[in-house]
């Protein structure tokens, strides 16, 4: 098979290769907003050493992009995202990559507008929605990180509480409801590179939470999920209704399976449902012991999901039995009664380590994710909030 | 009581064995297929003594497949599961874990002569970012009949391992299927021989006929890789078009499992008419043109040697 590159310069690669001393390494580092203070912690994950801190203009919510190579500081109050380089970049050999590490850094560049919000990545296209404008910048991440500015801009109706996903040659954004335009948007337009709007609205109200799993998109409406693919090159969307057998609610944050295919939302105060788009029964709910402050996906054990309770336990979720099959305790109750923003723990996962914050404390607890038992905690001044986790392992040359 | 309920639950699972054992009414054994070829040997193999799931199904391209927890559930229940190995199932290994299956998977590639990937484009240090590491060898073994027949052998012993009893009943299906393969190995022998040799160059999107060449002599040219997961650089496409202008390939064809587009831009450009869809790495729907191995071998054959005859 004579896929155009000669034979000799294959084999001329693959001696180098071998040659070459490749040691293996594994970095992870967590980035840790405030819930009160500008600031945002870089801290090896591995060590709890603290690699650097940054001020921001606000209090910040943290998005990690796919790659892990940026982390999205988006401050609502502020009305700007700024941009942390991670220091860790994998190189492109799939899951036996290149790994370089280097200090993370404030990246020169951010993206104001008023009222920031979602920030959602799709193949290295991130788009970042601005509520109090009702636009959307979507940047490339490899451009971000050399300082550059967004790739372009698209507007929708109205200010409103939106989120916007980059797909190819096409740009999702929500429709904002028109007569009241402080309630939620109620459906999502395709527009395409030249701004023109591809078919009718995608109708979807009540909308609020995005997320992705391998090729699929999902958003959540009053009445089930709008599923969104790329076909053929152009995105194709299809509604997806709750079960009838499923109670009263419906989901509004949603995660994406890492490995496995599936969504995992909220569902009502105390349960999450897990979604299988393409399963006959694509809803299954799992009830949890108390209300829901928070939940993660695993990334690296496609088995696992984790929830955290407001009795201060970490539930793990088996998403192929559908099921809780451990829980943890790790904090003292925190209530969801009270402001959205007040602080509450937050999960992630840093390689073979669960860490969740816990806010009042000022620590970070960290659960080994094989055993699920505690590990050492991390000491965080100020209140540890928003959390993401970046890194993994690769040879170094 | 403890130890009569040991007892108990001792003497059902040895009730239940001597049933799988010595009953033909038994339950069917559950195998799982990765992909729509694998599937339709495992069915031919087994017959009605098992029940047969599918992860990757008809025009689904298992390079980029996404397992769901449904297929995990399916995997952790399996007796078999049948895989092609050499890394075409990207998917496999998270799938196996998060199943937690205690099935034996087998690597039915096993025991056939695998070919070297030539060429990686996307090699080391390459600043496209799309290079993946797809291993050393190509994995689309089963493009040649020959290799099928590797494959059916391999059912039939992991069937045999798994279901002593319905051992001669296998091993009598997958004869009288292979038979039928030779028969078809033979008709696409002649068919290539029909074609004069120096219009025996074609175009292709992705590396997937590597065997097919090399058993039937054929020469496939291709933008994308070895997977489909890695993206032709334009640079790719543009060797590839300038190959074609100085009039070294005779046909080209779209797959069923990748998008056209790629291949109708090459078409395009140089003003060679696509010359049909071939069937890569997954059967056609039922009612479509390659919905069995067989039938995929006798289109894709009887497709570039009507296009070849029509250039
Ligand atoms: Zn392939």
Known sequence: ?397 | MLRKIGFASAMSVITLSSIWSASASAEPMKVVASFSIIGDFAQNVGGDRIELTTLVGSDGDAHVYEPSPADAVSMSKANVVLVNGLNFEGFLKRLVEASATKASVVELTKGIEPLKMQEDEHGHGEASGHGHDHGEFDPHAFQSISNAKVYVKNIADAFCAADAAGCDTYKANAEAYTAKLDAEDAEVKAAVASIPEEKRTIITSHDAFGYFEHAYGLTFLAPEGISTEAEASAADVAALIKQVRDDKASAIFVENITNPRLVEQIAGETGIKVGGTLYSDALSKADGPASTYIDMMKNNISTIKAAISGS
């Open chain 1, 1 to 397: 098979m004579k896929h155009l590159l000669s034979a000799a310069s294959a084999l001329s690669i693959l001696a180098a290769a071998s040659l070459a001393h490749a040691e293996e390494k594994t970095a992870w580092r967590l980035f840790v907003s405030d819930q009160a203070a500008s600031v945002v912690h870089a801290i090896d994950a591995q060590t709890g050493e603290r690699l650097a801190s940054f001020d921001t203009k606000a209090p910040a919510s943290l998005y990690r992009s796919d790659s892990g190579r940026t982390v999205f500081a988006v401050q609502g109050k502020g009305d700007t995202v700024a941009v942390i380089s991670s220091g860790i970049a994998f190189g492109d050999h799939g899951d036996h990559g290149d790994i370089s590490v280097e200090a993370p850094r404030l990246l020169d560049v951010s993206f104001d507008g008023k009222k920031p919000s979602h920030v959602v990545d799709h193949g290295g296209d991130i788009a970042l929605f601005f509520d109090g404008e009702g636009k959307v910048r979507i940047v490339d991440e490899a451009n971000v990180l050399e300082g550059k500015p967004a790739i372009r801009e698209v507007a929708t109706a109205a200010p409103h509480h939106g989120v916007a996903i980059a797909m190819g040659d096409h740009v999702l954004a929500t429709e904002p409801n028109f007569e009241k335009p402080d309630e939620l948007p109620v459906g999502i337009t395709v527009t395409d590179r030249s701004g023109a709007k591809v078919g009718d609205i995608n109708t979807c109200p009540d909308l609020h939470g995005e997320a992705s799993s391998g090729n699929l998109i999902a958003i959540a409406c009053a009445k089930g999920l709008l599923i969104a693919r790329e076909q053929a090159g152009k995105p194709a969307i299809d509604f997806l209704p709750y079960d009838a057998t499923l109670p009263a609610g419906k989901s509004t944050t949603l995660v994406g399976g890492r490995g496995l295919q599936y969504f995992l939302g909220n569902y009502g105060p105390s349960a999450v449902v897990l979604i299988d788009p393409k399963a006959k029964e694509a809803f299954r709910l799992i009830d949890l012991p108390t209300r829901r402050v928070h939940f993660v996906v695993d990334p690296i054990r496609a088995k696992y999901a984790y929830v955290f309770t407001e009795d201060g336990n970490l539930q793990r979720i088996d998403v192929v039995a559908g099921k809780i099959d451990a829980a943890l305790k790790l904090t003292e109750p925190y209530s969801m009664d009270g402001h959205w923003s007040e602080p509450r723990p937050r999960i992630a996962v840093a390689g073979d380590r669960i860490i969740v914050s816990d806010p009042l404390r000022s620590v970070l607890h960290t659960v080994d994710a094989s055993t699920f038992e505690r590990t050492a905690d991390i000491a965080v001044e100020g209140k540890p909030f928003n959390l993401v986790a970046v890194g993994g392992s690769g040879e170094t040359h």
